[in-house]
């Protein structure tokens, strides 16, 4: 099962491209968008709690496991205890314990093909974009739909006229993937 937050765009069929992931992705129980950036890098370490990478429950695969099913019961039980949290922090408090005890194979999925908002918008130095890459980004990384919206625009990663057709579409998002900035 794909699972995806309304604040992602594709710029090419998902399936295709993880259907053609290595194995040890395509037989994870969950196959996540890498989440890390400033304040959660690789090895991020929070309660005790060692994140090999921060993931992003906004856009994962799933597989009908016994595993996945222990950790979304969990993962709701969480959120109903920790109201106010922010959604992420609770996957990721949940998901790497069940990991670390091999009670739950994850895996991030690749960040250069399924980027999230601070990769795409503002580490654009660090991480250049290869536009023939990019599969999906998560406008995500911002606070505010008014902001997230002005962002998405700037960066020509939305159809806004709906007789745009995808190729004038992939023309204007793969010319603003390289000619534009970092987002600040």
């Known amino acids: 099962m794909l699972v995806v937050d309304t604040d992602v765009t594709f710029f090419r069929n998902p399936l295709e491209v993880l259907q053609g992931l290595p194995p040890e992705m395509r037989v994870a129980d969950v196959a996540a968008l890498d989440d890390t950036g400033p304040g959660r890098p690789h090895g991020f370490k929070t309660g005790g ?76 130095c660090a991480h250049p974009i290869n536009a023939s890459a990019i599969v999906a980004v998560h406008h995500n990384w911002v606070r505010g739909d008014e902001r997230k919206w002005a962002r998405a625009t700037d960066y020509q990663t939305l159809v806004t006229n709906q007789s745009e057709t995808r190729g004038s579409f992939w023309k204007r998002a793969k010319w603003a993937f390289t000619a534009l900035g970092p987002w600040n």
Do not use: K, M
């Not at 993931?55 to 996945?68: E, K, Q, S, V, Y």
């Not at 019961?73 to 922010?86: D, E, K, P, S, W």
């Open 49 to 124: 709690i060692v994140y090999s990478r921060y993931l992003n429950c906004g856009f994962l695969l799933l597989r009908n496991t016994a595993a996945t099913r222990v950790l979304a019961r969990q993962f709701r039980t969480a959120l109903a205890a920790r109201r106010g949290i922010n959604d992420q922090a609770v996957f990721n408090d949940v998901l790497w314990p069940l990991a670390q005890r091999r009670e739950l194979h994850a895996e991030a999925l690749p960040p250069a093909r399924f980027l999230n908002g601070y990769r795409f918008y503002e580490a654009r």
